[in-house]
């Protein structure tokens, strides 16, 4: 997966972002994601992906 990639399809977040957020805020859960980027609250698909 490339850092443009999308990682969610319904808000449009790429890897970059998510890679980026990890980076800077450590979050110890998923839902630290979906809080702050929408990523994973929307069908849920990328839920998997941002728990890995």
Do not use: N, W, Y
Request: one cysteine or more; aromatic letters at 4%.
């Amino acid at each position: 997966m490339s850092p443009d990639d999308l990682v969610c399809q319904c808000f449009q977040v790429p890897l970059r972002k998510v890679l980026a957020f990890l980076k800077l805020h450590k979050p110890r859960r998923a839902s630290q994601i979906s809080e702050c980027l929408r990523a994973g609250t929307g069908c849920g698909g990328c839920r998997p992906e941002l728990e890995r």
